[in-house]
């Protein structure tokens, strides 16, 4: 009994591993800490909390049913707001990589790679 639980156990790691994932990475480049930071996509929502100047912050996103926006939202130190739909992505594309940088004033650029 015990082996075969060991065997399901193994095989599920193995199914979740090979499962297409996708990246993104949103990094901090403004200079100053962006309070309360969350990104949502494909129904998802992932909190950061803070994140500090230079830092960035990563995770994985499964790709959406139909299509979907990361929706990125925050505020910098100085009140400054952020609130921006940014990269595109459809229930196509699997094994992305989507950069989200968070510049001076609270614009933000993407790429998808």
Not at 63 to 68: G, K, L, R
């Given at each position: 009994m015990l082996k075969c639980a060991i065997a399901v156990a193994i095989a599920l790691l193995v199914?979740?591993?090979w499962?297409?994932?996708n990246r993104f990475?949103?990094?901090n480049e403004s200079g100053q800490t962006i309070h309360a930071l969350t990104i949502?996509?494909?129904e998802r929502?992932?909190?950061f909390g803070d994140v500090g100047p230079g830092e960035s912050q990563s995770a994985f996103f499964f790709?959406?049913?139909?299509?979907?926006y990361f929706e990125?939202?925050?505020n910098l130190k100085d009140g400054t707001k952020i609130n921006e739909d940014v990269a595109y992505v459809v229930w196509e594309e699997?094994?992305?990589?989507?950069?989200?940088?968070?510049?001076h004033d609270g614009q933000i650029e993407s790429e998808i790679r």
């Open positions: 199914v979740f591993w499962v297409p994932k990475e949103v990094i949502t996509v494909s929502t992932y909190n790709t959406p049913h139909h299509e979907s990125v939202r925050g699997y094994f992305l990589r989507v950069v989200i940088a968070i510049r």
